[in-house]
């Protein structure tokens, strides 16, 4: 069973910093890109941050400079490190694994972020 579940998400004032954690499971972690998406409410969900199987990272034009995405294979485990935080940052934010060669995809249950002004 294939279980990507998040955490770290919470409420943090303007400025501040939250540390994401995805734990995957059930996949061969490290033969998957990882990706952070986000969705704020009333708006589509949007590609915050992905890193390949190879480490190669890409990042939203909104985000670069402010987060950094990064994976532990031992620990099955991709972060995303969000610092500078703006009211703007607040959302769900999901974890999906895409297998390199099927291009199979899964997804977290989300986790909440929310940024107060």
């Known amino acids: 069973q294939v279980q990507l579940v998040e955490s770290g998400g919470g409420l943090v004032q303007a400025g501040g910093s939250l540390r994401l954690s995805c734990a995957a499971s059930?996949?061969?972690?490290?033969?998957?890109?990882m990706t952070w998406y986000r969705q704020a409410p009333g708006k589509q969900r949007e590609l915050v941050a992905a890193i390949t199987r190879g480490g190669s990272t890409n990042y939203a034009d909104s985000v670069k400079g402010r987060f950094t995405i990064s994976r532990d294979n031992a620990k099955n485990t991709v972060y995303l490190q969000m610092n500078s935080l703006k009211p703007e940052d607040t959302a769900v934010y999901f974890c999906n694994s895409r297998y390199y060669y099927t291009a199979r995809e899964y997804w977290g249950q989300g986790t909440q972020v929310t940024v107060s002004s």
């Open positions: 059930g996949i061969t972690f490290s033969l998957n890109d």
